[in-house]
């Protein structure tokens, strides 16, 4: 099976409770690639790469988040095909 590349922004509140360590060791979980950041909007954006059917289980996962957050919306946005990534790891505060 071919890997897919998903691509989402989480909102509600999701920064400063974990959210980020909470994907990255679901991600790692699944063995899937890619990384989480924070946005300077208060939500937090996701790219991943893996199986597809894992990715689906990686977004159910996020719908919930950790206990202290209350994730509002997942907002799947279009992306380009799988590069190959490496790992998952969690990126500096993005745009």
């Known amino acids: 099976m071919s890997d897919v590349r998903a691509g989402a922004v989480i909102?509600?509140?999701?920064?400063?409770?974990?959210?980020?360590?909470?994907?990255?060791?679901r991600a790692e979980a699944l063995g899937l690639a890619g990384w989480v950041r924070n946005r300077s909007d208060g939500s937090v954006e996701v790219l991943v790469e893996?199986?597809?059917s894992d990715i689906e289980t990686f977004f159910a996962h996020l719908r919930h988040g950790p206990?202290?957050?209350?994730?509002?919306?997942v907002i799947l946005k279009p992306v380009g095909p799988a590069a190959g990534l490496a790992g998952?790891?969690?990126?500096?505060?993005?745009?």
């Open 11 to 25: 909102r509600g509140h999701v920064q400063g409770v974990g959210y980020r360590a909470f994907a990255l060791r």
């Open 50 to 52: 893996g199986p597809g």
């Open 67 to 73: 206990p202290c957050a209350r994730v509002e919306d």
């Open 88 to 95: 998952f790891r969690i990126l500096p505060s993005g745009y």
